[in-house]
């Protein structure tokens, strides 16, 4: 069974930095993207960074470029998203997806839409204060 477990969450001060954790199982695909999304109260959820396995391609939102990095542990079978100069508006419920149809490469034009992912782990929160 495919599972991703999503850690790291929790508050901070605007400035601030969290390191998110997106621990991978049961995976046997070679070639998949992994992403991170974001949703606020009322807002709808946002594509923040993903990751191609096979060819390490990334892809940022304009939100968090220069902020944010997205890295993947394939050892660990772990994506991580390093979060610095955090701000208010980053405050979120974070989640990790995957991608098992993603074709190396293809985010360069694509980038990062959550209707790509089909499988999903359950969120961290994150409070950013002001």
């Known amino acids: 069974e495919v599972q991703l477990q999503a850690s790291g969450g929790g508050l901070v001060q605007a400035g601030g930095s969290l390191r998110l954790s997106c621990a991978a199982s049961g995976f046997t695909d070679d070639s998949y993207a992994i992403g991170w999304f974001r949703q606020a109260p009322g807002k709808e959820r946002e594509g923040v960074s993903c990751?191609?396995?096979?060819?390490?391609?990334?892809y940022y939102a304009d939100s968090v470029k220069g902020r944010f990095t997205i890295s993947s542990d394939n050892a660990k079978n772990t994506v991580y998203l390093q979060m610095n100069s955090l701000k208010p508006e980053d405050t979120a419920v974070y989640y990790c997806?995957?991608?098992?149809?993603?074709?190396?490469?293809?985010?360069?034009?694509?980038?990062?839409?959550?209707?790509?992912?089909?499988?999903w782990g359950q969120g961290t929160l994150v409070t950013v204060s002001s």
């Open positions: 997806a995957a991608d098992f149809d993603y074709q190396p490469g293809s985010m360069v034009v694509t980038g990062c839409p959550a209707i790509f992912y089909n499988t």
């Open positions: 990751i191609g396995s096979s060819d390490g391609t990334t």
